[in-house]
Structure formats: C-alpha cells, structure tokens
C-alpha cells in the first residue's frame, strides 16, 4: 500500500468520526402488520380472524387483524391473566377465599347471562372462580376474582388496561372486568363511559393476550380442556359445561383438529367469538374469530369458522421444529469485527419453529447480519435467521418486515486492542 492510499484512508477515518457525532434523525416507528394476510386463500364469514404460531408469534392468516371490535367474554382470559400473576407473586392463593358484593350477586343471579349462582355471605375458593371463569365463562365469578386481585372493579380495570398496554396494545377499550356491556354491571359499571360501552380489542391483539397466557401460564390448559365439571357451593353442586364446543365430548369435537383451549364470547354487539388454541405436529396455534354468527345460544357458527381456518392452516403449512443449539446448514458461523477470533460459530439460541408452505417455493434461511462487533460471550445473542419462502418474507407479529429467530454464538472472544484494530484498518486483514 503506498503512501497516498495509507494518507487517504485516514482521511476517509476523519470524516466518519465527524459524520458518526452529528445528531441522528430519530426512526420511524415500527411498520404494523397489514390488515390482511392471504386473507384472499380463505372465505370466512367473520368480521376478522387471525393465525398464529403460539411460540413465535409468526402469521399464518389474517382477515381485518387491526380493527377493535367487540371481545365479549374473551375478556375473562386477561382476568385470568392478572389472577395467576397475583397468585405467582404471593398475593393470593389458590385456598384464599373471597366474599361477593351486592353487585356481583346481582350479575351472578342473572340468567340472562353465563353464570354460577353466588349468595350472600358465602365463601368461594380462588380456584372455584378461576375454574367457573373459564368453563361456565362465569361473569359473577369473573367480577370476583377481579375483587380478590384488587379490591373493587374499577381498580382492576385500570390495571387491566396497565397490562395490555405492557404488551404493545395501545388501542385497547376495557370497561369491564367481565367482558358484559357496561349497563350489565349495574354498580360496578365503569364511570365516565356510556352503558353501551363494550371491551374491544382487534383480532391481532386478542391473539397476543392468548399468546402472553399461553408463554407465561401453560398450566391454563389444564382447565380450557375440561368439557364439564361441577360448581360446589356448600351442599349444592351446579353442573358446569364448556361453551368451546370444540373439546372431546362436545358438540363440535374434530378429533384430527384436537382443540384444548381457549374462550368464546357473545354479545348482541359481538356476535359470537373465539379464540382457540390447538397442538399441530409438536407446534402451538393461535386462533380467533370475530364477530361470526350467532342466531340463538344452538348456533355453531364460530366453530365451523375456526374449523374451516385450522384445516386450511393444516392443508397449506407444516411447522418445522428447531431445536435449541441447532446449527442451519451452510448457516454455521458469522465474522467477528475486532476480534481476537475472526469469526465465531453460531446456531439457534432456543427451541423453536417455523411454519413453511406446503405449495411454492422451497423456504429459504438467512442471517440478517453477517458480522457482529467484538467482545462476544458464549450464548449471546449475535444476529437472527431470516425465512423466506421463494420471495415471499415470512412475518410474525412482531417483524411485519421479516420472520426472525435469535441465533447465538457458541465462542467467546475478546475485542483486540486499539493498536491491533489500527493495523487491521491500515492494512487490511
């Protein structure tokens, strides 16, 4: 290297050092996810729908994904939320017992609504509510444990609300602790908002609730999969019978679909709702339904949707299972900049999957970067793996630009000290 080509490159140095400490426009924010996604593959009758993988939160269809529309009774799965959170923390136990209000005895005694009947100066079990909650979808019972959490119903709104925007969800309308319209609560209805004020929430953010349940408290299964059970209340048991007809034992049971979970929700404003979660060769989906059918209380409409959305999920992708530490093919390192080591070797940093087309184009894997900046620690996570199919990106909910995956590294190794770094610049190598 000659003289001038050594001087010209400190020159070049300079002026990224001036340009690097000049004030930097802020970024844009995030790109949301399109309101449809092959939408144009799948007639259903809904007001929106969606599909995801539980784990990754990778789009597998979407049908007006972005509009808040009525949530109903899906409501009772962030009550759910907050409850094992107030259990995980030590607030309550499962054994804590709890005393209803004048109001919520009046809700809970509504046979209009989904219910188990609650009387005056009876105690109730934590885990009596939880299980009448999501079964019987139970609404007195869903006020209750929002008592236990928080005292009252207006508290635990707020702090429903407090949660959901922790998740990203900014649009949310929450008035209720149990998915009724407003003038349904009576006293607890919740002030400054009309009584037709309902819960609303889009079909994406629906799925990202069921997705936080699902990572943080697997254990909810345990119960969204029991078809029938008895409510004790003293002496007198109340038969309880699941409103997801799609469990073994009811009405709408698909064996080859095997639906475990997760709540359904009516309202005249709703309609009838859904969001079901299912296992699929060693992968977890996410489904929701919004604003289908619902002529009278034998309507099957919402289950015949998700029916119709699960066997096209079944007919159009297979996942592909990764297993942690799990080196891609011709995907095995990546260069280290400024490293005592030139490059480190890399493979996926957790159990994962991907869901790739049936038809189409082969998937395709690549890094979204090639080099990472030295020092770099054994598991760090060093860049992600991009998926393609043919052209088309994959996306989830989080990347609408692109699916990604963590990969980390395997290695250590150390940043090189400024005199070497130079040498390296200078020369090259």
């Known amino acids: 290297m000659t003289f001038k080509h050594k001087f010209n490159k400190i020159i070049v140095a300079l002026i990224t050092v001036v340009l690097l400490i000049l004030p930097v426009a802020p970024a844009s924010a995030a790109t949301q996810v399109s309101s449809d996604y092959h939408a144009d593959q799948l007639q259903l009758n809904v007001k929106s729908a969606i599909a995801i993988d539980s784990k990754t939160g990778q789009l597998l269809y979407g049908k007006n994904i972005n509009q808040p529309l009525p949530i109903a009774s899906m409501t009772k799965l962030i009550t759910v ?83 959901l925007t922790k998740w990203g969800i900014t649009d949310a309308q929450i008035y209720t602790t149990c998915g009724l319209p407003n003038k349904n609560v009576g006293a607890d209805a919740y002030p400054g908002a009309s009584s037709d004020a309902e819960n609303k929430l889009s079909a994406k953010d629906m799925a990202i609730v069921g997705q936080h349940l699902l990572a943080d408290f697997p254990q909810v299964i345990k119960t969204t999969k029991i078809a029938h059970l008895a409510f004790v209340d003293q002496t007198t048991k109340t038969p309880m019978a699941n409103f997801n007809w799609m469990l073994k034992g009811l009405s709408q049971y698909n064996p080859q679909l095997k639906v475990d979970g997760l709540k359904t929700g009516t309202t005249d404003a709703a309609g009838a709702c859904f969001i079901a979660t299912t296992k699929y060769n060693g992968a977890r989906i996410i489904t929701v339904v919004m604003g289908a059918e619902h002529r009278d209380g034998t309507d099957p409409s919402r289950f015949v949707q998700t029916k119709k959305l699960l066997s096209y999920l079944y007919h159009n992708y297979r996942p592909i299972i990764f297993n942690k530490n799990e080196v891609i093919t011709g995907l095995t390192s990546m260069k280290v900049h400024n490293g005592k080591a030139r490059q480190v070797n890399i493979g996926m940093k957790e159990n994962s999957e991907i869901w790739a087309p049936l038809t189409g184009s082969k998937l395709h894997v690549e890094l979204a970067d090639n080099q990472v900046e030295a020092p770099v620690t054994a598991g760090q996570t060093v860049t992600d793996y991009k998926f393609k199919a043919g052209s088309e990106q994959l996306i989830s909910l989080t990347n609408p630009a692109g699916m990604r995956l963590p990969a980390k590294s395997f290695q250590t190794t150390t940043r090189v000290n400024f005199l070497v770094r130079f040498w390296r610049w200078l020369f090259g190598g």
Do not use: C
């Not at 409850?83 to 136990?93: D, Q």
């Not at 919520?104 to 219910?115: E, G, L, P, Q, Y």
């Not at 885990?127 to 609404?139: G, H, P």
């Open 81 to 163: 939320y907050l409850t094992l959170t107030a259990i995980k923390e030590g607030k309550l136990t499962w054994q804590t017992k709890v005393k209803p209000t004048d109001a919520i005895i009046r809700v809970a005694n509504n046979k209009d609504f989904s219910n188990v009947p609650l009387h005056v100066g009876h105690e109730y079990s934590i885990k009596q509510l939880y299980q009448a909650t999501l079964i019987e979808s139970a609404n007195g019972a869903a006020m209750l444990l929002a008592q236990a959490v928080s005292g009252a119903q207006q508290p635990f709104v707020r702090q429903m609300r407090k949660q």
